[in-house]
């Protein structure tokens, strides 16, 4: 089963508040997304934690519902 934008936008913003979240489906199919997210929960942590902090407030779905998710994250200019 596929996963819409805004159920994953919805779970990143749950967990991370703050953050700034943009969605693309980049096929059109529901599996293959792309994330801009940017929080300030970022600041000071790897690129590496940043992304398992994303991974982790989508609840394990990652690799289930959702196939991919090409992530860029970082903290607020």
Do not use: C, N, W
Not at 23 to 35: K, T, V
């Amino acid at each position: 089963m596929a996963m819409e934008a805004y159920e994953i936008e919805s779970m990143i913003k749950e967990a991370l508040p703050d953050a700034q979240v943009r969605i693309e489906d980049l096929r059109g199919d529901g599996d293959h997304y792309a994330a801009i997210v940017v929080s300030e929960s970022f600041r000071g942590k790897t690129r590496v934690i940043q992304h398992q902090m994303v991974y982790s407030a989508l609840k394990g779905k990652m690799g289930g519902e959702l196939h991919a998710l090409a992530l860029q994250t970082s903290a607020p200019e």
